[in-house]
Structure formats: C-alpha cells, structure tokens
C-alpha cells in the first residue's frame, strides 16, 4: 500500500513514531480547544528542530503543560515557566516557553469572544496560507509561516496534510466537518 511519500521514505524507530500520528492525528480535524493549543504548541517547539524529536517527547509536553489545559497554562507564574525550562522532557526554549503561556492567554481571550478557540478558527476559515500566517501573527507569539501552515494543515484547515493516493487521504476528507469544505 502506498502512503504519503515522507513515511515511505522512512525507516526503523522513525516510522514507528510518524505511522501513528500520520495514521491518527496528521490532517484530521480537531474537535476540542486544549488539543488544538497542544498542536499549535507542539508545532511551534519543532522549529528549528525535527517532528520526530517532537513526537517522541509528546508524553513529556503533556505531562510538563498539565496536558495542554489551557486555563492552567495561562495561569503559570514565574516558577512554572522556570519548572518547564528545567524539565529535559520537553524542549527548554525560553522563547518557546514563554510563547506558550502568552498563547493560552491569547486563547481564553478568543474563547470568551467566539465561545471556543475552534469557533475563532472556524470564523476566519476559509483563507489562503499567507492570509492565515498574517493573521496568526497580529494574535500570537512564535507563529512564522511554516508554524502556522503546519498547524492549519495539520488540524485540517489547510490542504496538503497527505497525498491524494494516500489511504488516509480519504479518511481525512470524509471526517472533515461541511464547513471546512469551501
């Protein structure tokens, strides 16, 4: 069967680790507001450095974020921030760090306006790559292009997520919500 040409051309411990998210996550819609910051959260700690080192410290991440809740993240005081930078589970960037815990913030604050972090999404979808990264950037910290089309396309607000002759592919489309569909 042939996938998505990235997982073909992989081998070992690094195909085990994407197969997985490929399989399950990569693409498909998401439904609820602390998985979407984890996404948004976990793509912009891979700048700079692989998905695979990502995925293999995902556990740690949630563990380190209170599994991503977004009222506690935006809650974190000075010694949670240096908690997290002290903690090899996850990536110690002070940048990144700080990022997260100014985007919870940012987060409650569209939750309150649009009920919910994917209401905001869904109220600003459909836009090209660049009209989302422009957007991105005016709200959030740490959100360069790659970042936010990786996110978008990974949440399935962007195309691009798998080959068409992908099996998934299909999966994917079919468990996309109508709206999405523009």
Known sequence: MSYCRAINNMK???LTVHKIYHDTQYGFPIEEDNELFCRLILEINQAGLSWTTILK???GFRKAYHNFNIKKVAAY???DIQRLLNDAGIIRNRLKVHAAVE???TILGLQKEFGSFKN???HHHPKTKEEWTKLFRKI???TGGEIVNEF???AGYLPGAHD???PVHKKVLKAKPKWNEK
């Open 152 to 154: 978008l396309m990974s």
């Open 164 to 166: 068409e002759n992908c």
């Open 140 to 142: 959030f910290r740490f």
């Open 12 to 14: 070992g411990d690094e």
């Open 120 to 122: 905001w999404l869904a």
């Open 57 to 59: 410290k995902q556990d």
């Open 77 to 79: 005081k000075d010694k």
């Open 103 to 105: 985007n919870a913030k």
